[in-house]
């Protein structure tokens, strides 16, 4: 290919009909500035795109749910939805609560007292997320009949990861304590989560 | 023979088209000719929509929550009994202004409930209205189908200016003219009610709104008949499109960007091109 | 392919050309759309059409798929997932969905603009057939798209949009209602032709990006056309396309995305029907059941058509519906003329802006109510659509005396007649 051009000052160009163009910085400046505009336009329009698959308005409209506990009686749990995930409320025995209270917090995998992951007043009642910390089954040991595990809390059926009655991790292989969401008694018997 | 058959295809083709196309034309004109259409009676008497100023009018309008209140205030104590407005839920009310507090007492006290059934015994009963929950569907048992209001501003020619005539529409009776063409219109069919701005010009709804405050606006208002029908109307434009505002105030900013955007892509092009002919 | 003066890829740095080594991917770009590609130095601001047509294919495809992420495709649930989900909770989603929808109207938009520039410089003459052909199919492609997509919202139009045009099928003789059963998969538009439109709503657009991959290389085999329609003989003839295109097409992208964000921000309905805005009612069918605005000719075609002849009326109007796009597969053959540009053929240029007007007034006929006038006008205007293809132009192409063509695309431009500017021809035809 011909390289028209050898012979002009090094500012100057060729056009392709090989006419002598003048001098193209100025060029430079308008074309950086446009091509700026157009990335930081592109670059605008992907936000919305990302932001779509956000959780949307009506997702979000049902973050909080309003339980009535009234009807678990001690030594019972019951499964509630929150969020679209499971929901473990149980209403502890004395005899779980002392159970809990009885095992030395530095022992565990996940320090925490029962204290810390129930409500003052209301130290019977353990809410907690129904998934385990593993990778995200749902544990066995809120419905009636099904296996606690050996520390008599909770039992994970995919990997036997097993929780006590204070919901804490004992053994098998996940990290965390079963998450507590927030949650508030706005009665005795009744409990916003969220 | 064969080739030049083929190389005249295309004149048979089109000429038969054209043919028939000119029979249809002849029978078109023959038959409008020998049965001209006679004029019928919504053309005669359906009038266009009245003209009705908002302010979410043209491209940059943006709503009035004072207004939108107001409108919501007329579809709950006129509307809601019979009309639907299934697309919006109660949360939305916050967006015109209510707080969360008087959204879940609305919620809560709106008379229609929800439905649920029984898990364990397959009945069903109800449950008072949540925040996040859509309005409940109206289900009327009367003559008639009262539609869905959520987009009746967008389902409608003339939008807000249609639902604004329907509503303040039912006093205008068919001239003596018109009646005289269509005496069959001097007497409204039992259940219905004439309309002019209505397509069918019977319409199954009886006049919604009859007198003045009839509802009493808690801003101070006058609740005029007319200002009933400007305010639910205004209202229904909202329900139709509760972003629209938010999508007026993108589009100054997206158009002014572009606006320079282009204005630049413009300049480099030029000087791009600055020296060759083309 | 391409001239041989086209410049050479020659990657700089050693990722470049390790990647240039293994797998060309830069090289093929850079040939297609990059500075390897030489085209004619006097293309006018409709030559940017292709490349718009290609950033709407984009911008469908784009927010086609962040849609789907949130549309329910069943009879029960796709009204609400728009009209509530989408429009009202679905963060930006009102901006999709007008952008989504809008979208398809500047897609067609684009697309006539382009095949009309075709027709004026007859871009479909040799030895571009194959690039007009890929074309036509793209085109038929994007309107089967166009009205799948329009079925999805499950309002009125849609639901009876979907009722008219697979009834389109069962005038075919004896297999026609089976057919139409076939395609609605049940007796009337519900769940089942709901999902199998939306599972081609969705396949289709890839389609169309490969048949348009199929239309870039064919026209990178003789090279872009141009006003004069004179080909090109040199060097001094052509530009890189890269920056000279590129620059003009950044230029005519923006003013675009301004018409298209005018629509979007400001007028999202203005192109759309309030009826469609009724969720869909097997009961009961709108007054007045009209297309979207780029079907309108096409559907003026179609009810054109109330004479039987040997075969029902109906089955006439569906042929030539369907005859009024294919005869454009032999539009190539129809016009025998050597002289390309319109610039330089009288007569046709007088012909072609009688098409021009006979297609708006076809238009205008198929959106309005088929009141007898309008019928009459269609009747017309149909017959003047077949009569502009399959009779006055094979004549013309024989009869008529070309203007002088210039000797070459520079000469043209710099005579200052490179036929560049095709309104002030017409205005002068």
């Given at each position: 290919m011909a390289t028209p051009g050898d012979d002009l000052p090094p500012d100057a160009t060729v056009g392709p009909g090989g006419e002598v163009l003048e001098n193209p910085r100025r060029r430079d400046y308008l074309t950086i500035a446009a091509v700026s505009f157009a990335g930081v336009g592109a670059g605008v329009t992907v936000l919305p795109l990302i932001n779509s698959m956000n959780p949307s308005a009506d997702v979000l409209a049902l973050s909080t749910t309003e339980l009535d506990v009234s009807a678990i009686e001690p030594g019972q749990a019951i499964k509630a939805s929150f969020r679209k995930q499971p929901l473990f409320v149980r209403n502890l025995t004395q005899k779980e609560q002392d159970e809990a209270n009885a095992v030395p917090v530095s022992s565990l995998r996940d320090p925490q007292t029962l204290k810390d992951r129930t409500k003052e007043g209301h130290a019977n009642w353990l809410i907690t997320l129904g998934v385990c910390t593993h990778l995200g089954c749902v544990p066995l040991g809120a419905g009636e009949g099904e296996n606690r595990g050996p520390f008599g809390g909770y039992f994970c059926?995919?990997?036997?990861?097993?929780?006590?009655?204070?919901?804490?991790?004992?053994q098998g292989p996940a990290p965390k304590n079963l998450e507590v969401p927030n949650y508030e008694f706005t009665s005795p018997t009744v409990v916003v989560v969220g | 023979m064969l080739p030049l058959f083929i190389r005249s295809i295309k004149f048979l083709v089109g000429g038969a088209f054209i043919f028939v196309l000119g029979l249809a034309l002849f029978g078109t004109i023959s038959g409008w000719v020998q049965d001209p259409p006679k004029e019928t009676a919504?053309?005669?008497m359906h009038h266009h929509p009245k003209e009705l100023r908002l302010p979410s009018d043209g491209p940059l309008g943006k709503f009035d929550n004072q207004q939108l209140q107001r409108g919501f205030l007329v579809f709950e104590k006129v509307c809601a009994s019979c009309h639907s407005l299934?697309?919006?839920?109660?949360?939305?009310?916050?967006?015109?202004?209510?707080?969360?507090?008087e959204v879940k007492k609305i919620a809560k006290d709106w008379p229609i409930k929800q439905p649920v059934q029984d898990p364990k015994a397959g009945t069903w009963g109800e449950r008072d209205n949540l925040a996040s929950d859509r309005f409940p569907k109206v289900y009327y048992p009367g003559?008639?189908?009262?539609?869905?209001?959520?987009?009746?501003?967008?389902?409608?020619h003339g939008g807000p200016a249609y639902v604004y005539s329907l509503l303040t529409g039912y006093s205008e009776k068919p001239s003596a003219e018109a009646l005289a063409h269509f005496p069959e219109f001097a007497k409204t069919p039992d259940g219905m009610h004439f309309n002019p701005y209505f397509a069918n010009l019977n319409i199954a709804?009886?006049?919604?709104?009859?007198?003045?405050?009839?509802?009493?606006?808690?801003?101070?208002?006058?609740?005029?008949?007319?200002?009933?029908?400007?305010?639910?109307?205004?209202f229904l434009v909202w329900t139709a499109e509760p972003t629209m505002q938010r999508r007026h105030a993108a589009g100054v900013a997206v158009v002014l960007f572009l606006l320079i955007a282009t204005g630049l892509a413009y300049g480099a092009y030029l000087t791009v091109w600055r020296g060759v002919k083309h | 392919m391409s001239f041989p003066w086209a410049r050479h890829y020659e990657p700089k740095n050693p990722l470049t050309q390790w990647i240039d080594s293994r797998l060309p991917l830069p090289r093929f770009v850079y040939n297609a759309v990059g500075a390897g590609y030489p085209v004619p130095r006097n293309l006018n601001y409709f030559w940017n059409f292709g490349v718009l047509a290609g950033v709407a294919l984009v911008v469908q495809i784009v927010t086609g798929i962040v849609l789907a992420m949130h549309f329910h495709s069943s009879a029960a649930g796709a009204f609400d997932s728009i009209n509530g989900t989408i429009m009202r909770d679905v963060n930006a989603g009102w901006f999709?969905?007008?952008?989504?929808?809008?979208?398809?109207?500047m897609f067609l938009l684009v697309v006539y603009i382009h095949i009309f520039r075709g027709l004026y410089y007859g871009s479909y003459k040799a030895p571009r057939e194959m690039v007009w052909l890929i074309g036509v199919v793209i085109f038929l492609l994007l309107m089967a798209t166009a009205f799948m997509g329009y079925v999805l919202p499950w309002g009125q139009m849609s639901f009876w949009g979907a009722q008219v045009i697979t009834g389109f099928f069962s005038a075919i003789p004896v297999v026609g209602e089976w057919i139409r059963i076939w395609l609605l998969g049940g007796y009337a538009p519900d769940d089942a032709a709901l999902n199998r439109f939306f599972s081609l709503h969705y396949l289709l657009p890839f389609v169309i990006a490969g048949a348009v991959i199929l239309h870039i290389?064919?026209?990178?085999?003789?090279?872009?056309?141009?006003?004069?329609?004179?080909?090109?003989?040199?060097e001094q003839d052509t530009v890189p396309f890269h920056p000279y295109y590129t620059a003009k097409d950044g230029f005519g992208v923006g003013v675009f995305l301004i018409l298209f964000s005018t629509l979007i921000f400001f007028f999202p309905d203005l192109l759309g029907h309030p009826d469609n805005y009724i969720p869909a009612n097997p009961l009961s069918t709108p007054a007045h059941i009209v297309p979207e605005w780029y079907f309108w000719p096409f559907y003026a075609i179609l009810r054109a058509f109330t004479a039987n002849f040997i075969l029902e009326a109906k089955l006439w109007g569906v042929v030539a519906m369907f005859g009024s796009i294919i005869l454009l597969f032999f539009l190539p053959w129809l016009d025998k003329s050597p002289v390309r540009s319109a610039n330089y053929r009288p007569m046709y240029r007088v012909a072609f802006w009688v098409l021009v007007l006979d297609v708006l007034v076809l238009g205008y006929c198929g959106g309005s109510a088929a009141t007898p006038g309008i019928v009459v006008l269609s009747q017309i205007c149909a017959a003047y659509y077949f009569a502009h293809f399959l009779i006055i132009v094979p004549i013309i192409s024989r009869l008529e005396r070309p203007k002088p063509l210039p000797n070459s695309i520079t000469e043209a431009v710099l005579a200052g007649k490179s036929g560049s500017r095709m309104t002030e021809t017409a205005v002068s035809a």
């Amino acid at each position: 290919m011909a390289t028209p051009g050898d012979d002009l000052p090094p500012d100057a160009t060729v056009g392709p009909g090989g006419e002598v163009l003048e001098n193209p910085r100025r060029r430079d400046y308008l074309t950086i500035a446009a091509v700026s505009f157009a990335g930081v336009g592109a670059g605008v329009t992907v936000l919305p795109l990302i932001n779509s698959m956000n959780p949307s308005a009506d997702v979000l409209a049902l973050s909080t749910t309003e339980l009535d506990v009234s009807a678990i009686e001690p030594g019972q749990a019951i499964k509630a939805s929150f969020r679209k995930q499971p929901l473990f409320v149980r209403n502890l025995t004395q005899k779980e609560q002392d159970e809990a209270n009885a095992v030395p917090v530095s022992s565990l995998r996940d320090p925490q007292t029962l204290k810390d992951r129930t409500k003052e007043g209301h130290a019977n009642w353990l809410i907690t997320l129904g998934v385990c910390t593993h990778l995200g089954c749902v544990p066995l040991g809120a419905g009636e009949g099904e296996n606690r595990g050996p520390f008599g809390g909770y039992f994970c059926p995919c990997h036997g990861s097993a929780y006590d009655t204070a919901g804490r991790i004992r053994q098998g292989p996940a990290p965390k304590n079963l998450e507590v969401p927030n949650y508030e008694f706005t009665s005795p018997t009744v409990v916003v989560v969220g | 023979m064969l080739p030049l058959f083929i190389r005249s295809i295309k004149f048979l083709v089109g000429g038969a088209f054209i043919f028939v196309l000119g029979l249809a034309l002849f029978g078109t004109i023959s038959g409008w000719v020998q049965d001209p259409p006679k004029e019928t009676a919504e053309e005669a008497m359906h009038h266009h929509p009245k003209e009705l100023r908002l302010p979410s009018d043209g491209p940059l309008g943006k709503f009035d929550n004072q207004q939108l209140q107001r409108g919501f205030l007329v579809f709950e104590k006129v509307c809601a009994s019979c009309h639907s407005l299934s697309l919006v839920s109660f949360r939305d009310l916050q967006q015109i202004g209510y707080s969360e507090a008087e959204v879940k007492k609305i919620a809560k006290d709106w008379p229609i409930k929800q439905p649920v059934q029984d898990p364990k015994a397959g009945t069903w009963g109800e449950r008072d209205n949540l925040a996040s929950d859509r309005f409940p569907k109206v289900y009327y048992p009367g003559t008639g189908t009262p539609p869905d209001l959520s987009l009746i501003t967008k389902a409608r020619h003339g939008g807000p200016a249609y639902v604004y005539s329907l509503l303040t529409g039912y006093s205008e009776k068919p001239s003596a003219e018109a009646l005289a063409h269509f005496p069959e219109f001097a007497k409204t069919p039992d259940g219905m009610h004439f309309n002019p701005y209505f397509a069918n010009l019977n319409i199954a709804m009886p006049p919604p709104l009859t007198a003045d405050d009839q509802v009493t606006f808690s801003d101070g208002t006058r609740a005029t008949v007319d200002q009933m029908a400007q305010d639910v109307s205004a209202f229904l434009v909202w329900t139709a499109e509760p972003t629209m505002q938010r999508r007026h105030a993108a589009g100054v900013a997206v158009v002014l960007f572009l606006l320079i955007a282009t204005g630049l892509a413009y300049g480099a092009y030029l000087t791009v091109w600055r020296g060759v002919k083309h | 392919m391409s001239f041989p003066w086209a410049r050479h890829y020659e990657p700089k740095n050693p990722l470049t050309q390790w990647i240039d080594s293994r797998l060309p991917l830069p090289r093929f770009v850079y040939n297609a759309v990059g500075a390897g590609y030489p085209v004619p130095r006097n293309l006018n601001y409709f030559w940017n059409f292709g490349v718009l047509a290609g950033v709407a294919l984009v911008v469908q495809i784009v927010t086609g798929i962040v849609l789907a992420m949130h549309f329910h495709s069943s009879a029960a649930g796709a009204f609400d997932s728009i009209n509530g989900t989408i429009m009202r909770d679905v963060n930006a989603g009102w901006f999709l969905r007008f952008a989504h929808a809008n979208g398809a109207s500047m897609f067609l938009l684009v697309v006539y603009i382009h095949i009309f520039r075709g027709l004026y410089y007859g871009s479909y003459k040799a030895p571009r057939e194959m690039v007009w052909l890929i074309g036509v199919v793209i085109f038929l492609l994007l309107m089967a798209t166009a009205f799948m997509g329009y079925v999805l919202p499950w309002g009125q139009m849609s639901f009876w949009g979907a009722q008219v045009i697979t009834g389109f099928f069962s005038a075919i003789p004896v297999v026609g209602e089976w057919i139409r059963i076939w395609l609605l998969g049940g007796y009337a538009p519900d769940d089942a032709a709901l999902n199998r439109f939306f599972s081609l709503h969705y396949l289709l657009p890839f389609v169309i990006a490969g048949a348009v991959i199929l239309h870039i290389w064919a026209l990178h085999i003789p090279g872009s056309s141009n006003p004069t329609g004179v080909e090109v003989k040199g060097e001094q003839d052509t530009v890189p396309f890269h920056p000279y295109y590129t620059a003009k097409d950044g230029f005519g992208v923006g003013v675009f995305l301004i018409l298209f964000s005018t629509l979007i921000f400001f007028f999202p309905d203005l192109l759309g029907h309030p009826d469609n805005y009724i969720p869909a009612n097997p009961l009961s069918t709108p007054a007045h059941i009209v297309p979207e605005w780029y079907f309108w000719p096409f559907y003026a075609i179609l009810r054109a058509f109330t004479a039987n002849f040997i075969l029902e009326a109906k089955l006439w109007g569906v042929v030539a519906m369907f005859g009024s796009i294919i005869l454009l597969f032999f539009l190539p053959w129809l016009d025998k003329s050597p002289v390309r540009s319109a610039n330089y053929r009288p007569m046709y240029r007088v012909a072609f802006w009688v098409l021009v007007l006979d297609v708006l007034v076809l238009g205008y006929c198929g959106g309005s109510a088929a009141t007898p006038g309008i019928v009459v006008l269609s009747q017309i205007c149909a017959a003047y659509y077949f009569a502009h293809f399959l009779i006055i132009v094979p004549i013309i192409s024989r009869l008529e005396r070309p203007k002088p063509l210039p000797n070459s695309i520079t000469e043209a431009v710099l005579a200052g007649k490179s036929g560049s500017r095709m309104t002030e021809t017409a205005v002068s035809a």
